[in-house]
């Protein structure tokens, strides 16, 4: 839910305030790589067995496939904000805490972890403050360049974001908040 459903809500609810040429950067991660998407239980209520990285791996995906959807609803605005996704890197942070026995995450996460905070901002700085013109939206970036996405993130024929937009305005109505009617009105 919160790393995709809130990112989704909270943009739609500042969107009419944002100014011309303004960018929406989503913080995905190489980790939508593993992503699956079971529509009817997207929350792990019922159908799925939950684990942190499925979740993770899920919601990654969710973040890459919003960035491109909401790139696909601007340019039918004709506007020139963009919308853009990215992977920061592989950083040290909490969600280590469920990766293995409790004695050996330290050393998992140093070993794996292979960027300090700072590192990993910096894609997400560029993503903001570098020319418009050095990507489209809907673009992928890492290490401050476009990468490629998995086969599910290209998302060729855009059905797979389309169904994920939609499922979650029903589940953000669903939960009581109210969206703005147009994205950027």
């Given at each position: 839910?919160?790393?995709?459903?809130?990112?989704?809500?909270?943009?739609?609810?500042?969107?009419?305030?944002?100014?011309?040429?303004?960018?929406?950067?989503?913080?995905?991660?190489?980790?939508?790589?593993?992503?699956?998407?079971?529509?009817?239980?997207?929350?792990?209520?019922?159908?799925?067995?939950?684990?942190?990285?499925?979740?993770?791996?899920?919601?990654?995906?969710?973040?890459?496939?919003?960035?491109?959807?909401?790139?696909?609803?601007?340019?039918?605005?004709?506007?020139?904000?963009?919308?853009?996704?990215l992977h920061p890197g592989v950083v040290a942070t909490n969600l280590w805490?469920?990766?293995?026995?409790?004695?050996?995450?330290?050393?998992?996460?140093?070993?794996?972890?292979?960027?300090?905070?700072?590192?990993?901002?910096?894609?997400?700085?560029?993503?903001?403050?570098?020319?418009?013109?050095?990507?489209?939206?809907?673009?992928?970036?890492?290490?401050?360049?476009?990468?490629?996405?998995?086969?599910?993130?290209?998302?060729?024929?855009?059905?797979?974001?389309?169904?994920?937009?939609?499922?979650?305005?029903?589940?953000?109505?669903?939960?009581?908040?109210?969206?703005?009617?147009?994205?950027?009105?």
């Amino acid at each position: 839910g919160t790393n995709h459903i809130g990112h989704h809500a909270f943009t739609r609810l500042l969107l009419p305030g944002m100014a011309s040429g303004g960018r929406i950067v989503t913080v995905s991660s190489e980790a939508h790589r593993f992503g699956e998407f079971n529509f009817d239980d997207l929350n792990y209520k019922s159908k799925r067995t939950y684990s942190p990285w499925g979740a993770y791996g899920q919601s990654k995906l969710a973040n890459l496939l919003f960035a491109k959807a909401l790139d696909d609803r601007l340019k039918g605005e004709d506007t020139d904000i963009l919308s853009v996704s990215l992977h920061p890197g592989v950083v040290a942070t909490n969600l280590w805490r469920s990766t293995g026995p409790k004695l050996l995450q330290g050393v998992i996460k140093g070993v794996i972890g292979d960027r300090n905070i700072e590192q990993g901002a910096a894609t997400s700085v560029y993503a903001s403050l570098i020319e418009s013109s050095a990507f489209a939206g809907g673009c992928y970036l890492s290490d401050c360049a476009i990468a490629e996405t998995s086969e599910k993130g290209k998302d060729a024929n855009g059905k797979l974001r389309q169904e994920l937009w939609e499922k979650t305005e029903q589940m953000i109505a669903g939960a009581g908040c109210d969206l703005p009617e147009g994205l950027l009105r």
